[in-house]
């Protein structure tokens, strides 16, 4: 079965300086999704990035970018030029993209990394 | 577009009451979930619907009823309230199941049942 790892419960960064948070996940499958979502104090998820597995270059959405590390099955989150609107719970969750999985097909979700941002 | 809307944010309910969280989405969105966030726990899949007439079960269903009439609302039914069912409840959306990836959630609806 799928399980994605995140390492770190708590984060802190100063404003305008860059954090990179840690996501490991573990699959036997090649074709699969992953994706970081945020969910700041009102509580509503809202997906910052995702990377398909089958790509190799690294997918990017403004300040934010990761580093997807398919061997390692690692797949962190850089944020660069942190802003306060940034503090939130950051999940980073999987899904598979094979078409066999019927029902099989739903997100795994990490924990969640709690960041905070310092004035 | 209003996007996923949830009803109520916050609800209390005793142990043994019945009660219905409310989903609608404006987005015509084959695709319907709820989840459950416990702390520690991350997000659980309770039901899940592929389009309207048809729901399935996810990780949790045990306790939740789900029905979908409409392609724009999906209905959460807690049949008699427990305590175990303390938790954020979430509802998402997105276009059809094998774009699952781009859900859009609702706010959210806090429920604490004593």
Request: one cysteine or more.
């Amino acid at each position: 079965a799928q399980t994605v790892t995140q390492s770190q419960p708590e984060m802190s960064v100063q404003e305008a300086e860059t954090v990179t948070l840690s996501c490991t996940y573990d699959t036997s499958e090649s074709d699969y999704y992953l994706f970081w979502y945020k969910q700041p104090p009102s509580r509503q998820m809202i997906l910052v990035i995702r990377q398909e597995a089958y790509k190799q270059q690294n997918a990017t959405e403004n300040r934010f970018s990761v580093n997807f590390q398919k061997a390692a099955k690692s797949f962190s989150l850089k944020i660069s030029d942190s802003q306060l609107g940034d503090a939130a719970m950051y999940f980073c969750a999987y899904r598979t993209d094979s078409f066999n999985a019927g029902n099989n097909r739903k997100l795994i979700w990490g924990l969640g990394t709690s960041l905070a941002v310092n004035p | 577009n209003a996007g996923v809307t949830q009803t109520p944010k916050f609800q209390v309910l005793k142990t043994g009451q019945s009660m219905t969280l409310q989903c609608a989405q404006d987005m015509n969105h084959e695709y319907m979930s709820w989840y459950r966030q416990d702390p520690g726990m991350g997000l659980r899949l309770i039901h899940y619907s592929v389009g309207a007439g048809i729901t399935d079960q996810g990780e949790v269903p045990n306790g939740y009823n789900v029905s979908r009439s409409t392609t724009e609302d999906f209905p959460l039914r807690l049949l008699s309230a427990a305590p175990s069912q303390t938790s954020v409840y979430f509802c998402a959306s997105s276009p059809t199941f094998y774009r699952e990836h781009e859900q859009y959630f609702g706010p959210g609806t806090r429920l604490t049942v004593t």
